[in-house]
Every structure is written in structure tokens, then in C-alpha cells.
């Protein structure tokens, strides 16, 4: 299970702390913020792509394959129609076979992160005292 906790005392900027690490996120200028911190979709992209990063090195250890670094691209848009839809991009440093890059493809079709952002989630707010 996981947890977070967000305080905001003024304007867009945002305190998250989470155990004993601290994170900023604010809008962007454009979006009446000060550019503090990671905007809110940025947070979101950053989760896909940091789980879908750690899941490939598991894999690629399991399976005794060297890929170097890792760099996984996120990117929120929309498209003609209005829909939006996130794009993701692997890159490897070292060279892959066929069979390792659909391979690789797969595992990260299949990260937690995905999963949920594929099907959705039921999100519950209440207000407490």
C-alpha cells in the first residue's frame, strides 16, 4: 500500500511528503503557478516512467541481458480528435534482438502503473474533521 500526503498553504505550490522523503509540485507559470515544482501530469508521467524503468532492469536481470541505461520517455498529448492519450519510449544503450525488444515491450505494457492507468480507478473522497 502506498501513501502520500500533499499540504498546500498558498497559491499552487505543493509540500508531498511520503515517509521521510519530500517532493514540490506547483503549476506552471501558464497555469497561475510559480513553476516550483513538477505540474501535476508530470508527477503522474514520472510514476509510469520510473515503475516501468525498474520493471525492465528486473527483467533484464532475471534474464541475465544487459541493457546499460535505461531511458524511458513519457509524454501526455492530445490528438486531431481531442483525446488524451500518453506516449512512452524506451531507449537502451546496449543493441537488442527481436525477441528481447518485444519482450521488453511486453513487460512494460504489464507494470503496475499501467495497469491501473489503463483500466481506471475508483477514487473515493470524503471530507474528515
Do not use: C
Not at 515517509?19 to 515544482?37: K, N
Not at 520517455?73 to 531507449?91: C, F, K, N, Q, T
Not at 537488442?96 to 505494457?109: F, K, M, P
Amino acid at each position: 500500500m502506498a501513501y502520500v500526503t500533499v499540504i498546500n498553504e498558498h497559491q499552487h505550490v505543493q509540500q508531498i511528503v511520503s515517509g521521510h522523503h519530500h517532493l514540490t509540485a506547483d503549476e506552471p507559470v501558464a497555469g497561475g503557478g510559480s513553476d516550483a515544482g513538477f505540474a501535476a501530469r508530470e508527477l503522474l508521467l514520472a510514476s509510469l516512467g520510473a515503475d516501468t524503468a525498474v520493471a525492465l532492469r528486473r527483467h533484464a536481470a532475471q534474464h541475465e541481458w544487459s541493457l546499460g541505461k535505461i531511458t524511458v520517455g513519457v509524454r501526455w498529448s492530445r490528438d486531431a480528435a481531442g483525446r488524451e492519450h500518453i506516449e512512452r519510449r524506451l531507449a537502451f544503450a546496449r543493441p537488442l534482438n527481436g525477441e528481447q525488444r518485444a519482450r521488453l515491450l511486453e513487460v512494460a505494457d504489464a507494470t503496475p502503473v499501467t495497469a491501473v492507468l489503463k483500466a481506471g480507478i475508483h477514487i473515493q473522497s470524503t471530507v474528515v474533521d
